[in-house]
């Protein structure tokens, strides 16, 4: 088909993706609706990132990771601050959890709550990042301060620096820190491009920023010179099980892009095995992606829980005339979020194809290469456990 010819047949779509989304920001559609078309859209979005053959997928992914070489550490960062990281704390203070979690929350049990959901994961974080009481700990990403807050209260003994570039969650967490009577944490309003850290961490952690980044070995060059010699670094991601793609705006359908995530990456759950130019790889574990669609269902009830007051926030916020749409967008995104997790049981964006178990969201250890004598012996243990079936 010409190219002519395909965007003439692409002008009825789009004028069909209009009058939809003026629908829906309008309110007029149901939520019911809203989650039929998000699936019909992620079927559209599989079709386009499943490649015919393995070996094509594998091109693709490589031809993906290289030109993120080239790119800067992170694009339209001020997109993304406006898109959420200065809206108004108050609004995630009456939607997340109680420790202002804005990223997946672990649900071990049905009854677990969204409350001990949130905990439950900084918990495994803790773990999987071998936290110590003692350690000087550095917090990329640290959003309203979930992880940064936690842990300065549970190692009273640790100095934690959380950074971000919002200047109403560093406001937060300081009033949050004030209130608690905590000493040992430190927030940087910076913009990841041009952070340098000035000083070396036992432990650097990252907790769902890196899918605003692109240039992972850019960035992965200087925390790997912000780490002790015998640091860990450990980042969490959400991923696709085989693809990773940019958040394009390319037309009206990208309602995602436009709204809340200009700049954003989807990885593909092996895309940082290809960044270990200055770190290694040494552990890589999966959270089935269902986790994170009940979170945002949990985000979605408080929401409707909390309309009146947010009505009030978003007025000041967006101007009385926006506050429904809005309302609309901010409670789409979450139906988006929950729907995207738990497609196919939680098994596709998230799921690992190559474990037994079902897994999702994905968390990767690192060690720096000045690690690597000891590494080699981890990773004989690690191998030697697997044949003896004990991983
Ligand atoms: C999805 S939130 C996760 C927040 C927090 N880690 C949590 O789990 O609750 C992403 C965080 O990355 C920060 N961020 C995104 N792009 C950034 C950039 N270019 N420079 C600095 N921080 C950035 C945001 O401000 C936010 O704090």
Redesign the pocket.
């Given at each position: 088909m010409s190219s002519s010819s395909s965007s003439l047949l692409a002008l009825p779509t789009e004028f069909a993706a209009k009058i939809g989304l003026r629908a829906l920001q309008s309110n007029l559609i149901s939520d019911f609706l809203v989650r039929i078309g998000t699936r019909t859209l992620l079927g559209t979005r599989l079709k386009e990132i499943y490649k015919s053959t393995g070996e094509e997928q594998q091109n693709e992914l490589m031809r993906f990771a290289q030109s993120l070489k080239e790119m800067p550490?992170?694009v339209n960062?001020e997109d993304?601050?406006t898109q959420?990281?200065e809206v108004p704390s108050e609004f995630f203070k009456l939607v997340?959890g109680k420790?202002?979690?804005?990223?997946s929350a672990l649900f071990p049990k049905p009854t677990t709550t969204l409350d001990e959901g949130e905990e439950a994961m900084l918990e495994l974080y803790c773990e999987r990042a071998q936290l110590e009481d003692g350690q000087a700990v550095l917090?990329?990403?640290?959003?309203?301060?979930?992880?940064s807050l936690f842990l300065a209260q549970k190692y009273p003994q640790s100095q934690v620096t959380g950074?971000?570039?919002?200047e109403t969650?560093k406001a937060f967490i300081d009033g949050e820190a004030q209130k608690r009577g905590l000493t040992n944490l430190t927030i940087i309003t910076?913009?990841?491009?041009s952070?340098e850290a000035g000083k070396r961490f036992n432990r650097v952690l990252?907790?769902?920023?890196f899918?605003?980044?692109k240039n992972y070995q850019k960035l992965l060059k200087k925390v790997a010179s912000w780490m002790e010699p015998n640091g860990l670094l450990f980042i969490?991601i959400f991923t696709h099980k085989l693809a990773a793609y940019h958040f394009e705006n390319k037309d009206e359908t990208d309602w995602m892009t436009r709204n809340f995530f200009s700049?954003g990456t989807m990885p593909a759950d092996t895309l940082l095995l290809y960044f270990q130019d200055d770190v290694s790889i040494e552990n890589h574990w999966k959270v089935n992606g269902k986790n994170y669609a009940k979170t945002s269902e949990e985000w979605l009830k408080k929401m409707d829980a909390n309309l009146k007051r947010i009505r009030t926030i978003f007025a000041a916020t967006y101007g009385e005339k926006e506050v429904t749409k809005w309302i609309v967008n901010w409670r789409t995104f979450f139906i988006a979020v929950a729907e995207l997790f738990a497609y196919n049981d939680g098994e596709e964006w998230g799921g690992d194809s190559f474990r037994p178990r079902p897994l999702g969201i994905f968390v990767i250890l690192m060690l720096s290469r000045s690690t690597m004598p000891y590494l080699i012996d981890e990773a004989s243990l690690l191998s030697l456990y697997w044949s003896l079936g004990l991983l």
């Open positions: 550490i992170a960062t993304a601050n959420h990281y997340l420790h202002l979690k804005y990223s917090d990329l990403g640290c959003g309203w301060g979930s992880l950074v971000s570039n919002s969650q910076c913009d990841i491009n952070f990252s907790i769902e920023m899918e605003h980044l969490h700049g």
